[in-house]
Structure formats: C-alpha cells, structure tokens
C-alpha cells in the first residue's frame, strides 16, 4: 500500500488542512436502513428569515458539505423555520427547546425533516457540524431517527495552529470549530501584534475567528521588567499588556505562564534574576523569577487585571502555574490561595509525576522510575502537582484549566501531527471527564506550540468532550471500519499494540529535548564531535533541541533503554499488522498515512534506542578502545540504515518531520544530513582515532 503513495513536497500537507469537507465521501453503494433518514437532493437547509451572517455562514458550510461530501446541491433558504417545507434541515439558535449551556443543541431527526435547536449561534454552528461527523461515519447522507441533546463539557478548548505557528487561514478556523475546540491561541512577542511569524492584525484575527465560533487568547511572551509597587508601573503595564487589550479588544483571554512574563518578583526564595539576564551569583541555586510560586503574584496580578480589564471586563485572564509543578506543595497552595478569585488557574495534567516500571516489566534489576519532563502519554494524569492545585482551586470556588495536550501530540515526538494511539488517549480524556465532576474542570488548553492537525484522534476525543456522545469502543470500530474496511481488525490491532507501547515511553529530558524531539535525524555524536544540523526555513530550531545527549547515571539509562526495546517490540506488531493491510480499501491514503505514521514512530524509537546505546558506549572509550569502536561502529551501521528507512514515511506524508515553530527538522533533507554525518563519522573520524591510537601505543 505504501509503495503506491508519492512523495510529498515540504508544507503540501497544508492543502489536507485547507480542506475541511473532503470530496466525495460519500459511498454510493449503501442503502439507508428501515430507522434512518436519506437527505436527498430536493431536500434545502432552512434558517430564519432574520438569520445574522454568522448563523447563515454555518447553513452555508453545511451547503458546502453536502455538494463536497456527499455529492448534493441542496437549496438554502431564509424562512421562518415554523413554516418550513417537508425535506428541511432547520437551523433554529436561541430555541426554548435547547439546553441552556453555551454552544448546547438539540439534535431530531424525523422521516421528512431534522431540526437543530440551539441555546446559541455557537450551538446551531456545531449542532450543523455534528451532521457532518455522523454523515462521514456512516459514509452515507443518511441519519438515525432520534433526538439528540449534547452539550460540550469544556469550554474553552484551545489551540495553537497546525498550520504554522501563529498563522490561522479561514479554512484552518473553519477545520478548528469543526473539531469542536473553540478558542486558539496566539504567542505576542513584542508590542501589540508582533508574533513569532511577524506581524499579526490581531483585532482583525478576532473578528474572523469569532465568525467559525471561536475565541482569540493572547499567549504573550513580554517579560516584565517592572515591579508592580515600582514608581511608573501602571504605566509600564498600560504599555505592555493594556495597549495589547485597547488594540483587540475582541480578545477572549490571555494566558500568563511564569517563563514568559517573569517579573522582578521579591519573593526571598528566587535567586532575582530572570533567565534572560546574565549570571549574578554562581553559586546561587536559588529559582530563576518565574520559576517559582512566588508570594508577589497576587499583586503582579491585580495590575494586569487592572490595565486590562478596562478595555474588556470579561477578559479571561489565565494564571497558568507549569513552571513550579515541582515546588513544595505548601508553597504552591499558599499562592493559590492568595490569587483573585475572579482569574483562571492553569495546571498541567501529568507533569512531574513519576512513570515507574516494575524491574520484571522490563527486565531490569531494579525498578524504573522516570519523572515526566515535559507532556507526555506516558501517564494518563492527573499527577499530585495537577491534583493538589486542583482540589485547593475548587475549595476556593476559582475557575480551573488544565494543560491537556488533548488534541493529540504531546513532547513525547516532536515532529509528528498527532500520536495514533486511541486507547491511550482515551485514559487522558476519561480522567480529565473525572476531574471535571470532582474538581469542576471547566477548560483545556489541548497544544503547544505543535500546534493541532485533524486526526481520527481528533474525531474520538472530540465526541467524548460533549454530553450524548457515543459509547467510545462503539465510535472507534465504526471509524476503522469507515477507513480501512476489510483491514478493520488489523488497523484496531494496531492501534492497540502502539497505545501499550507508549507505556514504555522514556519522558526524560535527555530524550524528549533529543531523539524524540526530531527523530531520525537525532545525530550520533562521537566524543570530541560536534553537530549542528541545517536549519535553512527557522530562526528557532536547535533551540529546543539538546544534540550532546547527556548520561547523567548510566544505571538509570540502561533501565530505560530496556523500557524502550519493550516500546520497540510493541511498535513493530502493530506496523505489522499494517503491514498486512489488503490493497482495497475505502480510505487508501487516509489508511496510508497511518501506516506511514506508525513507521516512523518505530524509526524514532530506534534512534533513541540507538542513541542510548551509542552514548552509554562512549563512556568507555578510555577504558576499552577496540571494544568500544566496534560497538559504536555496529551501532552506527544499524542507525545509518535505520534513518534511511525513515525517508519514504516522512515523505508520505509532508506534515511528518515539521513542527509549526521550527518548520522542518526531521524531513528528508535533514534525515540526509545526519545519515552523511554519521557517514564520516564511521568512515574518517572513527579510524582516525584507531590510527591515533595505534600511533600511540608505537611510540
């Protein structure tokens, strides 16, 4: 199957993204059963006669579906929904037969018409959407007969880009509100509109977000340099965030997190420096300002809420606490229960909890335990820093958000859209929907900046945020056998065997800011070597990435490589099974792209196995010369082909090797340039240092 399937050119992914409603999905074969409904071609979409332009841009995106999707011209017409014709689909917002809750509807389906009753423009937009979602499972203008009441759990669900960082075309709002996430998120770092990717209209970004139903959240990456009880700092504050909120005052929230706003904090236990500033005191261990839960936060708040809250009351100000998980718990909870109870505290679900793997798990002598560095699947959540925040936020009656990385990647890969693991996924969503009824979760923010690109992941995590979904075992039979057909049990296999594999996962630092930042084109670096690959299309790049992998314990890293061969065996079965996919099926492309994904997950994990390998060996090139360069000669052998079996699955599939902030670092090109360092690495540098040390031992 994946033999059929071209190359892509670098960014060709991006025309998937433009295309919300996929051509000709429909499957004309089916028949519709004795409880289901058949939209046909006399049928029209009816809104009401006073409809607003957002209300009417919804009925026309379901217009556009049906002659995409399902190959049919319906007429769309302003009339009171009252008196609309038999064969309607009526769009009915603000309904009294609505649930309450913002963006909720009532879904019913009879023989002759379906209605979509709203608490709200928002609410009739997704309950339209809806049609679409369960128009595309059943390949088929065909509907159940039955009413339906969803509400969504979260709100706001936010989102970087997936198409590039900061940037947000229509077609790529439209693909988001689809989703059902409802707000994105937007880096400031300087002035009012300067992003990572230029200059941004922001005031008009939210005007045109709000026209698919979704809200603009600032994410500004201005240090303070200013003390809120300094002489001048309301007016150092006006200037930096207030001017940000006079400019776009359609702004929904900004979210603050303490590395990026870090302010001169007089807090006793921070070292008062931030970590742009050079070193004052070596010998100070104390926290960098902003890596601490400083006691002066409370009042570093009241002036943002202050100079903010003038040109927008409702603003949601997000106080997000990522950079102190690990701190005392008393410290940590002192701060909460200081903070204004009328601003949003933030945590992240899984973070600086410990993975632990008993010693006969993976074949080791002792237990494994490994903190969680950054996001990760490893660990369904919450961790005690998330819990903790959590139980102290609800006590207090504050709002809660929580770092979810829900929309489907995490750190645990870098360069990849999205992790095809649903059942592991599904952990994630049931204990957040847990946390939601103990702690009153309200909110997710569902990416970093990886940004979020539409998956099958998407579509299963989607249905279980809203109220009246469908059963999940239900929903992902029913899209396997949708895209791969007579492959249904093979694909479900698969994605079974690689949700088991990232239990075995390594989130150490070394790994997520190394081989599973960039995968394949990880470098192995001989001692004395240094690396830095070609970053022709980024001004950020290697800044995330650490390539002099470091062995801080050896023992701790041999553990980890048996973790991760445990990670490898359960990767291979399930591309196995890939593998064994028929040539015919309904979605071939879609079906390859998974494939592909799944094999390039498995050549990442190698090269961390590698990785580990390489380095381990390293340390004892002094002590065992000839023994080491034979292994490190081996290895590099195995890795060169390896990295070269990676090229034809990044290529499938263009969105592999690409993060939105650092463009591409794991594509073709740069693949090419580890495997010619790696190249010269056994073929000059290693015989030049046997040479050496045969002239060595000749002297």
């Known amino acids: 199957m994946l033999k059929k399937m071209g190359p892509e050119r670098n960014f060709e992914f991006r025309k998937r993204l433009n295309e919300v409603h996929i051509p000709r999905r429909v499957n004309k074969t089916l028949k519709a059963g004795p409880d289901e409904t058949e939209i046909t071609g006399d049928w029209r979409i009816v809104v009401p006669a006073d409809a607003s332009d957002f209300v009417y841009r919804a009925a026309q995106d379901l217009q556009d579906y049906f002659a995409r999707s399902m190959e049919l011209a319906l007429l769309l017409k302003k009339d009171d929904a009252a008196r609309s014709p038999a064969r309607s689909i009526v769009y009915r917002p603000a309904s009294a037969a609505a649930p309450r809750k913002a963006r909720s509807y009532r879904l019913t389906v009879t023989p002759d018409r379906v209605e979509i009753d709203a608490s709200d423009e928002r609410g009739v937009a997704q309950g339209g959407y809806y049609l679409e979602d369960l128009m595309n499972l059943r390949s ?47 880096f400031i770092e300087s002035g009012t509109d300067q992003t990572r990717s230029g200059y941004v209209d922001t005031e008009d970004l939210a005007l045109r977000a709000a026209g698919y139903g979704i809200d603009l959240y600032f994410y500004p990456l201005l240090p303070c340099e200013k003390h809120p009880s300094d002489p001048g700092a309301e007016e150092y504050y006006e200037q ?50 902003g890596f601490y839960p400083s006691e002066d936060y409370p009042e570093w708040l009241e002036m943002v809420k202050k100079v903010t809250r003038k040109y927008n009351p409702g603003l949601d100000i997000v106080f997000w606490s990522y950079n102190w998980g690990w701190a005392p718990d008393e410290a940590r909870l002192a701060l909460i229960r200081r903070l204004p109870p009328d601003i949003t505290l933030e945590a992240t679900f899984e973070m600086f909890e410990p993975v632990r793997h008993p010693a006969g798990e993976i074949g080791a002598d002792s237990d494994l335990s490994i903190p969680v560095a950054d996001y990760s699947t490893v660990l369904a959540g919450p961790g005690h820093y998330f819990r903790t925040e959590a139980e102290e936020a609800h006590r207090l009656g504050l709002k809660l958000y929580a770092m979810s990385n ?127 690959p070609p970053l022709p299309f980024t001004r950020f790049g290697g800044r995330i990435v650490n390539f002099t992998y470091p062995v801080p314990d050896p023992g701790e890293t041999r553990k980890q490589l048996l973790s991760l061969r445990r990670m490898e065996i359960l990767m291979e079965e399930g591309c196995r099974c890939m593998r064994r996919l028929p040539e015919e099926l309904p979605r071939p492309e879609e079906a390859g792209r998974i494939a592909a994904l799944g094999e390039f997950i498995l050549c990442t994990v190698r090269t961390a196995i590698h990785t580990k390998e390489w380095h381990l060996a390293c340390l004892e090139l002094r002590e065992k010369p000839a023994e080491t360069l034979a292994a490190l000669e081996k290895i590099g052998r195995a890795e060169l082909e390896n990295a070269h079996s990676a090229i034809p699955f990044a290529e499938i599939d263009s969105r592999i090797g690409f993060e939105p902030r650092s463009n591409y670092m794991g594509d073709r090109e740069h693949i090419e340039w580890k495997l010619t360092h790696l190249q010269n690495t056994l073929e000059s540098v290693i015989p030049q240092y046997k040479h050496s040390l045969q002239s060595n031992k000749e002297k």
């Open 140 to 186: 088929a203008p065909f509907l159940k007969r039955e009413v339906l009441t969803r509400s969504p759990v979260f709100s706001p669900r936010m989102t970087h880009s997936g198409w590039a960082i900061d940037q947000f075309p229509d077609a790529h709002l439209n693909a988001i509100a689809h989703a059902g996430m409802d707000a994105i998120l937007l």
């Open 406 to 532: 829900t929309g489907g990647d995490t750190w645990d890969i870098g360069v990849i859209g999205y992790e095809p693991i649903p059942y592991r996924w599904k952990m994630r969503v049931d204990a957040l929907l847990e946390a939601h009824r103990e702690w009153n979760l309200t909110g997710l923010m569902e990416s970093h900046h990886y940004g979020w690109v539409p998956s099958f992941v998407s579509e299963l995590i989607k249905e279980a945020y809203w109220t009246g979904g469908m059963d999940f075992e239900f929903h992902i039979r029913a899209i396997a056998e949708r895209d791969f057909g007579p492959g249904m049990s093979e694909a479900l296999n698969a994605w079974r065997l690689w949700s088991d594999a990232f239990a075995f996962y390594t989130p150490a630092s070394a790994d997520q800011y190394g081989p599973f930042r960039v995968g394949p084109s990880y470098p192995l670096v001989f001692p004395g070597e240094t690396a830095e």
């Open 240 to 289: 930096l965030y207030g001017s940000l909120i006079r400019k776009c005052p359609h702004a929904g929230g900004i979210v603050f997190v303490g590395e990026s706003c870090s302010f001169p904090t007089r807090d006793p236990h921070t070292c008062g420096r931030a970590w742009w500033e050079p070193v004052k005191d070596p010998d100070d261990r104390r926290p960098l300002n």
